[in-house]
């Protein structure tokens, strides 16, 4: 499944975003994926005017997980974590990285228990070996 992926700013008067992959290309593929005409479609609709599709270029992020409900806590010390990692393995956060802390929820409607939560961090062009 795709995750819910809601990105947090530091401040706390900054709105948060939520979003949801509908399509996503795979490693190696060169051609965009396609949305499809059903979803162009309902984004239309004044029911769904706060939603909008946005086309998200590849990037490359480094990933840490955690068990936890995603809450405030528990995925700030997350992104602590990671970043301490990050700047130990000599990999280089994009700059504005900080301002924000971007997670990404898998089955958490769908679970009580057991959930997969993942922080995710930019990291910076030509700051990785990837």
Not at 81 to 103: I, T
Request: aromatic content about 8%; hydrophobic content about 40%; glycine content about 6%.
């Amino acid at each position: 499944m795709a995750p819910s992926l809601q990105q947090v700013p530091q401040d706390a008067d900054a709105e948060k975003t939520m979003s949801w992959p509908l399509v996503f290309a795979l490693p190696g593929q060169t051609s965009p994926p396609t949305v499809a005409t059903t979803i162009l479609e309902k984004v239309k609709n004044p029911l769904w005017a706060i939603c909008k599709i946005e086309t998200v270029p590849g990037k490359v992020v480094a990933v840490g997980t955690y068990a936890d409900a995603s809450v405030p806590p528990v995925v700030r010390k997350a992104d602590k974590k990671l970043r301490e990692a990050c700047q130990r393995d000599g990999l280089q956060v994009a700059p504005d990285s900080g301002d924000y802390v971007k997670f990404a929820q898998y089955d958490a409607i769908y679970s009580m228990g057991q959930r997969r939560g993942e922080v995710w961090i930019e990291l910076k062009d030509g700051g990785h070996p990837w």
